[in-house]
Nanobody, 117 residues
């Protein structure tokens, strides 16, 4: 079965840090780019970070300097490390394997990050 399973979310205080993980199984991982998206209630789902198969990261302007995306192909895992958390970071965070020609996108179910004092 195809699975992208996110973990690591939770309730944290402003200024804290968090590392989200996404473990892939049942699909090829190492040759695909991966992305993290987030969606707050009533808002659209936005791309916040992406990483190529070779490990080159790209970030949305809103998270540059605070978010770090990384991957460990040996573990079929992509990570999102978030520093200096702000209340506006509160959202469900979703992992996605980017589609290529002839191959579809795959999404995880999300992990909730809530930043509140």
């Amino acid at each position: 079965q195809v699975q992208l399973v996110e973990s690591g979310g939770g309730l944290v205080q402003p200024g804290g840090s968090l590392r989200l993980s996404c473990v892939a199984s049942g699909i090829i991982f190492n040759i695909y780019a991966m992305e993290w998206h987030r969606q707050a209630p009533g808002k659209q789902r936005d791309l916040v970070a992406s990483i190529t198969a070779g490990g080159e990261p790209t970030y949305a302007d809103s998270v540059k300097g605070r978010f770090t995306i990384s991957r460990d192909n040996a573990k079929n895992t992509v990570y999102l490390t978030i520093n200096s958390l702000k209340p506006e970071d509160t959202a469900a965070y979703f992992c996605k394997r980017k589609g290529r020609f002839g191959y579809p996108d795959y999404w995880g179910q999300g992990t909730q990050v809530t930043v509140s004092s």
